[in-house]
């Protein structure tokens, strides 16, 4: 099969991997229909974090053409969404909402397993791990929504969760990426009052206006600080959440935090901070990986019934063998986040 093939550091290209089959009774193929590039995927890309050789890519969704044995809860045929790791759903590590971490678990795209930027994927727990979607003739708005929650919506849901989003708060969302465009539509979900994104990019200003934003911060680094601060008469937001990784990100977001409360971080961590500080403003921080497949039944319903469409962070649209140039737009600043039309339904 043809499929986006990690070589090193600014060095993707297309090319041949073995076609999946089914290797273990639990295993399910999936041909993928859209896959996307993730911003944690640029961190590869761009030599700042290690990635092997090989295979790339972990959203996508597609269609079920075979089955092991003891997979139940799908069949062939159906259109699932993957999110982007796979689990049994059943040890005491994903009953206490870590997927991440399950022992049975893995990556997909990870060099070895197959990636989702590619024409089909072996995905090992399948019944525990895939999500099928009821009904059918879904619009491309929809399926373009539905690939979001493999990572991008889920993500942006678990910062705002972790950061105790609620009717009537004060948000701020650090970082413009898909997950922070995300995160608003999530705070926005879960009722909060007010939403200020810090963004300095007017056509992802528009997308977090449309989402929900109230308040745009265009500052970065301290004057961000000293905005946010302005707009909440000195206390900081109730809720503050990290979408970025970078230090300075961190710090921005862990500043503008009310004293007392918890700031959601789920930008793939490239800075530290001190705690000092935070030990005596009594704020707390809870976030890391999403646990995708917790949160997808929820806002898999939300989708289909058009209360939301995160879909709409995807702005750059390519077929598989313009994959590389997907990474590009990503990495130039050229797209929000870049889609991969692969198959068809």
């Not at 759903?89 to 060099?111: D, E």
Request: some cysteine; proline content about 5%.
């Amino acid at each position: 099969m043809r499929a986006a093939l990690f070589n090193g550091p600014r060095d993707v290209t297309v090319g041949t991997r073995p076609d999946p089959v089914i290797q273990e009774p639990t295993d399910a193929v999936v041909r993928v229909v859209l896959a996307c590039v993730c911003g944690s995927d640029l961190w590869y890309y761009r030599g700042e974090s290690p990635h092997e050789a090989g295979s790339i890519g972990h959203e996508f969704i597609g269609l079920v053409q075979a089955v092991g044995s003891e997979v139940s809860g799908i069949k062939v045929g159906d259109l699932v969404v993957a999110p982007f790791i796979f689990s049994d759903m059943a040890c005491p590590n994903c009953l206490n909402g870590s997927t991440i971490t399950c022992p049975h678990g893995g990556n997909f795209g990870n060099g070895h397993t197959d990636g989702g930027q590619g024409e089909a994927v072996r995905v090992p727990l399948a019944g525990s791990t895939l999500v099928p979607v009821p009904g059918a003739g879904h619009s491309d708005a929809v399926l373009k929504s539905l690939l979001s929650l493999s990572d991008v919506m889920s993500t942006g849901h678990h910062a705002a969760i972790c950061a105790a989003v609620r009717k009537g708060s004060v948000v701020a969302v650090v970082g413009d990426g898909a997950v922070g465009l995300s995160a608003v539509l999530a705070a926005k979900r879960l009722g909060a009052e007010r939403i200020i994104a810090l963004s300095s990019h007017p056509e992802r200003q528009l997308v977090a206006t449309e989402f929900g934003a109230t308040d745009i911060v265009e500052a970065r680094g301290e004057g961000a600080v000293q905005r946010v601060l302005e707009l909440t008469d000195g206390w900081g937001v109730d809720s503050s959440m990290e979408c970025v990784g970078t230090t300075a990100a961190i710090e921005t977001a862990f500043a503008i935090a009310k004293a007392g409360s918890t700031v959601g971080v789920v930008g793939v961590p490239h800075g530290g901070l001190s705690f000092g500080e935070l030990f005596s403003r009594n704020i707390g921080w809870k976030g890391g990986p999403a646990p995708a497949r917790i949160y997808i039944p929820e806002l898999l319903e939300d989708v289909l019934a058009g209360r939301i469409n995160p879909g709409r962070v995807f702005d750059y649209e390519t077929d598989l063998e313009g994959t590389p140039d997907a990474y590009a737009a990503m990495d130039g600043r050229r797209a929000i986040k870049s889609l991969i039309r692969v198959g068809s339904l």
